[in-house]
Protein backbone atom coordinates (compact mmCIF):
# COMPACT_ATOMS: atom_id res chain seq x y z
CA UNK A 1 0.00 0.00 0.00
CA UNK A 2 1.51 3.56 -0.97
CA UNK A 3 0.08 6.61 0.67
CA UNK A 4 0.20 10.08 -1.26
CA UNK A 5 -0.30 13.50 -0.16
CA UNK A 6 -2.26 15.63 -2.94
CA UNK A 7 -2.43 19.65 -2.55
CA UNK A 8 -4.68 21.54 -4.01
CA UNK A 9 -4.03 25.03 -5.19
CA UNK A 10 -6.34 28.07 -6.07
CA UNK A 11 -9.66 27.33 -7.91
CA UNK A 12 -9.38 23.92 -7.22
CA UNK A 13 -8.92 24.13 -3.45
CA UNK A 14 -11.99 26.34 -3.97
CA UNK A 15 -13.96 23.86 -5.28
CA UNK A 16 -12.57 20.55 -3.63
CA UNK A 17 -13.20 22.50 -0.38
CA UNK A 18 -9.71 21.78 1.17
CA UNK A 19 -5.91 22.01 0.72
CA UNK A 20 -4.77 18.82 1.06
CA UNK A 21 -5.47 15.37 0.49
CA UNK A 22 -4.32 11.66 1.30
CA UNK A 23 -4.94 8.82 -0.68
CA UNK A 24 -3.96 5.58 -0.69
CA UNK A 25 -3.33 2.97 -3.46
CA UNK A 26 -2.05 -0.66 -3.73
CA UNK A 27 0.75 -0.22 -5.49
CA UNK A 28 2.82 2.53 -7.66
CA UNK A 29 0.85 4.22 -10.35
CA UNK A 30 1.24 6.01 -13.55
CA UNK A 31 0.52 9.91 -12.23
CA UNK A 32 -1.80 9.87 -15.71
CA UNK A 33 -3.98 7.26 -13.18
CA UNK A 34 -3.79 9.35 -10.07
CA UNK A 35 -5.11 11.95 -12.26
CA UNK A 36 -8.03 9.96 -13.89
CA UNK A 37 -9.06 8.64 -10.22
CA UNK A 38 -8.86 12.50 -8.79
CA UNK A 39 -10.71 13.14 -11.44
CA UNK A 40 -13.51 10.43 -11.28
CA UNK A 41 -14.11 11.19 -7.76
CA UNK A 42 -14.30 15.12 -8.06
CA UNK A 43 -17.06 17.63 -9.38
CA UNK A 44 -17.45 18.19 -12.54
CA UNK A 45 -15.45 21.70 -12.10
CA UNK A 46 -12.51 19.98 -10.57
CA UNK A 47 -12.56 17.45 -13.58
CA UNK A 48 -12.79 20.07 -15.70
CA UNK A 49 -9.40 21.42 -14.57
CA UNK A 50 -7.62 18.41 -14.70
CA UNK A 51 -8.84 17.19 -17.93
CA UNK A 52 -10.12 18.46 -21.25
CA UNK A 53 -13.40 18.10 -23.37
CA UNK A 54 -11.24 15.05 -25.02
CA UNK A 55 -9.93 13.17 -21.86
CA UNK A 56 -6.52 14.48 -22.18
CA UNK A 57 -5.03 16.39 -19.04
CA UNK A 58 -4.96 20.44 -19.76
CA UNK A 59 -2.26 21.91 -20.82
CA UNK A 60 -2.48 24.71 -18.34
CA UNK A 61 -2.66 22.41 -15.17
CA UNK A 62 0.95 22.42 -13.46
CA UNK A 63 1.39 19.28 -11.77
CA UNK A 64 4.42 18.77 -9.52
CA UNK A 65 5.63 15.67 -8.03
CA UNK A 66 7.92 16.26 -4.58
CA UNK A 67 8.12 20.00 -5.60
CA UNK A 68 9.19 19.32 -9.19
CA UNK A 69 6.90 20.57 -12.23
CA UNK A 70 5.98 17.15 -14.46
CA UNK A 71 5.12 17.04 -18.16
CA UNK A 72 5.47 13.63 -18.72
CA UNK A 73 1.79 12.19 -16.85
CA UNK A 74 2.19 8.83 -18.60
CA UNK A 75 5.73 7.84 -17.80
CA UNK A 76 6.03 9.24 -14.11
CA UNK A 77 5.50 6.88 -11.51
CA UNK A 78 3.89 7.58 -7.89
CA UNK A 79 5.57 6.08 -5.26
CA UNK A 80 4.72 6.13 -1.84
CA UNK A 81 5.17 9.19 0.15
CA UNK A 82 5.27 11.60 -3.14
CA UNK A 83 3.44 14.96 -2.44
CA UNK A 84 1.55 15.80 -5.53
CA UNK A 85 0.78 19.72 -5.88
CA UNK A 86 -2.02 20.73 -8.86
CA UNK A 87 -2.23 24.40 -9.59
CA UNK A 88 -4.53 25.40 -12.14
CA UNK A 89 -4.53 28.47 -14.31
CA UNK A 90 -4.01 32.00 -13.10
CA UNK A 91 -5.54 35.08 -14.17
CA UNK A 92 -6.79 38.31 -12.87
CA UNK A 93 -5.12 41.60 -13.53
Known amino acids: MITVTI ?3 GQIATEV ?3 TEELSFQE ?3 LIEL ?13 DF ?3 AEGSP ?26 ISLLPPIAGG
Request: charged content about 25%; some cysteine; overall charge negative.
Open 58 to 83: RRSLLVAVDDEQVIDFQNTLIKDDCV
Open 7 to 9: NYK
Open 17 to 19: GED
Open 28 to 30: PLP
Open 50 to 52: IFD
Open 35 to 47: LQALSAKATHAVS
